[in-house]
T-cell receptor
Framework: KAGVTQTPRYLIKTRGQQVTLSCSPI?????VSWYQQTPGQGLQFLFE???????NKGNFPGRFSGRQFSNSRSEMNVSTLELGDSALYLC?????????????FGQGTRLTVV | LAKTTQPISMDSYEGQEVNITCSHN???????ITWYQQFPSQGPRFIIQ???TKVTNEVASLFIPADRKSSTLSLPRVSLSDTAVYYC?????????????FGAGTRLFVKA
């Protein structure tokens, strides 16, 4: 059974550009969550989607947005990139509703903003 | 959301049992306790989840006292590959909001 797949694995963007990251959850998983991880702030929750609806949201500016498609695949977008957006972006999917049994994380997308 | 407190770091030697305690004094009735492990440049990996008493799986055990104000993750006979950061999360699985708080975690160093 394939795990959570995130693409691309590495990305370099210029300040002011926008970026779209993709996440394919484990087959059958309907919940997808996104996190940002930096050395200084640790793991920070961005948002969670379930059946194409956002049901939890972290404390990030509106430049960070996401969506989920009918096949549960999810994308997150960051507009007007800032240097501080450089981070490891992680996606996680849940086997059962509401996190019971834990989430399964992907390898992440390493975004560098120059 | 219940706030958790864990030691920042711990050292151990190969073959020893490691116990990492997490304090969550304001845990609510519907809250569950979930532990994750994370290696550098990888996503966290689910270890174990429980509500009360003791939960055991092939990787670890989770001990939760009757008052549920703390929990202890027990790793039997650790190896060098268990060197990682361990996170304790507490929250209501019905809302999923506990996912918002990962905290700093506990950095475990296993020495030869």
């Amino acid at each position: 059974k394939a795990g959570v797949t995130q693409t691309p694995r590495y990305l370099i963007k210029t300040r002011g550009q926008q970026v779209t990251l993709s996440c394919s959850p484990i087959s059958g998983h309907r919940s997808v969550s996104w996190y940002q991880q930096t050395p200084g702030q640790g793991l920070q929750f961005l948002f969670e989607y379930f059946s194409e609806t956002q049901r939890n949201k972290g404390n990030f500016p509106g430049r960070f947005s996401g969506r989920q498609f009918s096949n549960s695949r999810s994308e997150m977008n960051v507009s007007t990139l800032e240097l501080g957006d450089s981070a490891l972006y992680l996606c996680a999917s849940s086997a059962r509703d509401r996190g019971r049994g834990g989430d399964f994380f992907g390898q992440g997308t390493r975004l560098t903003v120059v | 959301l219940a706030k958790t407190t864990q030691p920042i770091s711990m050292d151990s030697y190969e073959g020893q049992e490691v116990n990492i305690t997490c304090s969550h004094n304001n845990i609510a009735t519907n809250d569950y306790i979930t532990w994750y492990q994370q290696f550098p440049s990888q996503g966290p990996r689910f270890i174990i989840q429980g509500y009360k008493t003791k939960v055991t799986n092939e990787v670890a055990s989770l001990f939760i006292p009757a008052d549920r104000k703390s929990s202890t993750l027990s790793l039997p006979r650790v190896s060098l590959s268990d060197t990682a950061v361990y996170y304790c999360l507490v929250g209501d699985l019905n809302t999923g909001g506990f996912k918002t708080i990962f905290g700093a975690g506990t950095r475990l160093f296993v020495k030869a």
